[in-house]
């Protein structure tokens, strides 16, 4: 029975489990019991890939109501593989989640945070899911609503302006893309994706099929924190509890990236968007000026986790440039990208929380000596930092190979030389706090304990996943190539 | 409010009639215009009244913000409940026919039924653990 | 002339522009809000606008009536104020702990404040 109905209790076994968090109210209780909810997402996601795998698209029909009419569940390999990625990131941060919740939220508020911390798993996992336009914008009101609360349990006060300019924009972006899949349902009568795939091209002359693709994209690029619309993302991710943080960065942004990808090459196809609308035309300049333009600004902060947030911003140019190549390498490079970036960002993220946990601070000054003060945590952050430049070995190296790649295949080789040389910005960048870590001596010989166990757990299965992806590539690269298959119509 | 009489003797009036008719529009909702999202909103709305007349602590008596909390967590398991049932009896999630099978249209109405009620649960729950929210800060200088 | 048949979609527009002004332009965080639960109604008036159906009445089982209104965006507009409300309740809160916080909601005294601690 769980094997057919796996695609609806990847969503509903979390969101039930949100009320009950509300119900059993004891911390420890509620962490061990959400810890078990993403536990066994996370198994019923891999149990989905494994299918979808074999047996191809799987469809689930919510109510019995068959689609167009009903709302359909409907997996193929990409958006299994965002849901694997999803409730991977969910599940590891569950250890981190005990000591660094104890710390960071005051005790009565415990069973709140994991309450909203499940209902954002869920909406994040229900977007990745779900076949039914207007049900993309409800799961991306569910995370978003869930992710500003938590943004605002920060211990700053400017924790709550930054969540406030988040759902500012958040809210905008949210009604562009429902003002979007409004005239899309306007022009066709359905909001079933596939559906809508087929009506669409008859449409394809009307202003109001233009309109319409451009509210659903501004609205897609601010979700995603694309270059110029991005600006409320290094202040939320700065201000937010560490937890937090590197939930965010490895799965929200990770997830609108998929919407675009879902919108633009399976909704309005290729032929609409790239070559009617010569999207890419402005996809890759900006992506190339946002690659540039964050990572000098984060070569230039003084608080690391703002510093990372910059980093994120830089990085999501990356992906939306393999997307913006609109070939089978280039999207693989995109989509794997996404994956490894994900892992990546969350064991730096993860490292720099433990750091808070004991210096209490993410101010590059205070982080004088800490290479020897806490060295296991240093050595995760010099690892991530080091897949975050791309170098061999590492998850980012792959990544940014197939990105050369697919910029080569094309001919494009001054963009495949500005790809590169942005690396070593991203050298500069890792290397600053690196310099400050391990070459400068710490103000005062207060000692400092490594972090608990339960964080370094979190941490190094991150950490550890970033080195194995980087050799053992076959998993990631082949899903990646499938679905990059997929998206364009043709089968690698 | 307390000390004016005519909010407090309009609102003792008022204030059943005000949830008589919410559960009018709750159990209403199958037949025509109502359901869970209005009648919980005009059942909040008594409760609201009741507070602008008689005081946050005399509602707080009556109406227990822990009850309030825990009202809004069993609504979103009503709904969520309603649709594993369906699930573990064979059907797809939220499919109603499994409630009677042997009589779909009935069960398609006891279906709609309960996850009206939880709808209107939450709702209702929810505007007044809001209202509770904002009216028990202080007032700023 | 302008249609007088696309009236609602002028209307829709209009609350449109000035909902999204308010929300980018205003330095009060109230105001913001206020705009941007201004431009979310129109974007619901836009969808209610989708579903008329000339001459169509309510979508109830009726006898002697054949052509109703389409109730589909009605629903989905639902879930839009239910979502909408969610925001702005929550916009609200925000505003009052950042009142607390900083002893105003202008935006540009809540800078000003956040440098000096810089």
Known sequence: ?492 | ?141 | MISVGLFNYWACMVLMMIGLYTAIARPNLIKKLIGLSIFQVSVFLLYISIGKVSGGTAPILAEGIVVYSNPLPHVLILTAIVVGIATLSLGLALVVRIGEAYDTIEEDKIIEQDLVND
């Open chain 2, 1 to 141: 409010m307390r000390h004016q009489g005519i909010p407090r003797v309009v609102g003792k009036w008022f204030i059943p009639p005000i949830l008589l008719f919410a559960l009018y529009v709750q159990f209403h909702g199958d037949f025509g215009p109502g359901g869970g999202f209005q009648a919980g909103v005009i059942f909040a709305a008594a409760v609201v009244l009741y507070t602008l007349i008689f005081g946050l602590q005399a509602t707080k008596q009556i109406v227990k913000p822990r009850i309030i909390e825990i009202l809004v967590a069993l609504g979103v398991l009503l709904y969520a409940g309603t649709g594993l049932v369906s699930l573990f009896l064979g059907y797809n999630f939220l499919d109603y026919t499994a409630l009677d099978p042997a009589a779909p249209p009935h069960g398609q109405h006891l279906g709609i039924f309960l996850v009206e009620l939880g709808v209107g649960i939450t709702v209702a729950a929810v505007m007044i653990a809001i209202f509770f929210g904002f009216a028990g800060r202080r007032r700023l200088r």
């Open chain 1, 1 to 492: 029975m769980i094997d057919m109905h796996l695609p609806i209790l990847l969503i509903v076994v979390p969101l039930v489990s949100a009320p009950l968090c509300v119900l059993l109210r004891q911390k420890t209780l509620v962490w061990a019991f959400a810890s078990l909810v993403c536990v066994a997402s996370l198994g019923m996601a891999s149990m989905l890939l494994i299918r979808v795998l074999e047996e191809g698209v799987i469809s689930y029909a919510i109510g019995g109501w068959i689609a167009p009419w009903g709302i359909e569940y409907r997996v193929d390999t990409i958006n299994a593989f965002v849901l694997l990625l999803v409730s991977i990131i969910a599940a590891v941060l569950m250890f981190f989640a005990l000591p660094s919740v104890a710390d960071e939220i005051s005790g009565k508020q415990h069973y709140l945070f994991y309450t909203a911390y499940l209902l954002c798993f869920t909406g994040l996992m229900g977007i990745a899911i779900t076949g039914d336009a207007f049900n993309v914008f409800v799961f991306l009101e569910i995370s978003s609503l869930s992710s500003y609360t938590l943004i605002a349990l920060g211990r700053d006060r400017r924790a709550l302006t930054a969540s406030y300019q988040y759902l500012i924009m958040g809210t905008l972006g949210a009604t562009f893309i429902v003002i979007g899949i409004g005239l899309m349902y306007m022009m066709t009568g359905t909001l079933n994706m596939f559906d809508l795939s087929e009506r669409l091209p008859a449409m394809f002359e009307t202003r109001t099929a233009m309109v319409a693709f451009a509210f659903l994209t501004v609205g897609m690029l601010i979700k995603l924190a694309m270059f110029p619309m991005h600006m409320w993302l290094p202040n939320a991710y700065c201000y937010a509890p560490s937890l937090v943080t590197a939930f965010l960065a490895a799965t929200a942004t990770k997830v609108s990236i998929y919407v675009f990808l879902r919108f633009t090459f399976t909704v309005w196809g290729t032929e609409f968007v790239f070559e009617k609308l010569n999207l890419d035309a402005f996809l890759i300049p900006l992506s190339l000026i946002g690659i540039y333009v964050a990572s000098l600004s984060a070569i230039y902060q003084t608080n690391v986790k703002r510093l990372l947030a910059y980093s994120s911003v830089a990085q999501i140019g990356y992906m939306m440039l393999g997307i913006g190549f609109v070939s089978v390498t280039g999207l693989t490079g995109g989509i794997v990208h996404l994956f490894n970036h994900a892992l990546m960002k969350a064991a730096l993220f993860l490292s720099v929380g433990s750091a808070v946990l004991r210096l209490g601070s993410s101010d590059l000054a205070d982080w004088k000596g800490l290479g020897r003060r806490m060295p296991v945590t240093m050595a995760a952050f010099v690892l991530a930092g080091l897949s975050l430049i791309g170098v061999p070995l590492t998850v980012g190296f792959i990544s940014k190979w197939y990105l050369i790649l697919a910029a080569l295949e094309a001919g494009w080789w001054p963009i495949a030389l500005l790809a590169l040389l942005s690396s070593l910005l991203a050298v500069i960048y890792v290397w600053r706090v690196v310099e400050v870590a391990y070459f400068q001596k710490a103000d005062d010989d207060s000692n400092v304990q490594e972090a608990p166990l339960m964080m370094q757990i979190s941490m190094w299965i991150l950490t550890g996943a970033t080195l194995y992806f980087g050799i053992q590539t076959d998993l990631t690269v082949s899903v990646a190539q499938r679905a990059a298959g997929l998206l364009l119509g043709v089968t690698p």
